[in-house]
């Protein structure tokens, strides 16, 4: 089994944690930009608006759930198989890792 350098390990999460963050604010603009549209679109009628943008959040709820399903999906096959995500080693790619104990 390797050794794991701690340091890369810290520093890789410190990179790992502001891509994160910049990949959740460029979505909490584009989310916020969107309802700018909807609401711009239909500012003459709140009836509309109330309608039109409760067909649009579903629909976007809709997507999200469907992407977390997805994921979780993956990451269940990716668990079972022990595949390593992101491993840049050609011969890491298909090294065994043990999936943690099942709970009853």
């Known amino acids: ?5 701690g340091s890369k390990v810290v520093l890789y999460f410190i990179v790992l944690y502001i891509e994160v963050i910049v ?3 460029l979505w909490a603009c584009l ?3 969107l309802g700018s ?3 711009n679109f239909y500012a003459d009628s709140a009836p509309m608006l109330l309608s039109n943008g409760m067909v649009i959040s579903m629909g976007l709820s809709g997507g999200l759930l469907y992407a977390s399903n997805w ?3 993956k990451f269940d096959e990716f ?3 022990g595949y390593i ?3 840049e080693d050609e011969a890491d790619l298909g090294e065994h ?3 943690p104990p099942k709970s009853t």
Do not use: F, L, Y
């Open 79 to 81: 668990m079972e198989s």
């Open 23 to 25: 990949v959740t604010k």
């Open 97 to 99: 890792v043990d999936p």
């Open 31 to 33: 989310i916020q930009a």
């Open 71 to 73: 994921i979780g999906t």
């Open 37 to 39: 549209v909807v609401t």
């Open 85 to 87: 995500v992101g491993s």
């Open 1 to 5: 089994m390797p050794r794991i350098d």
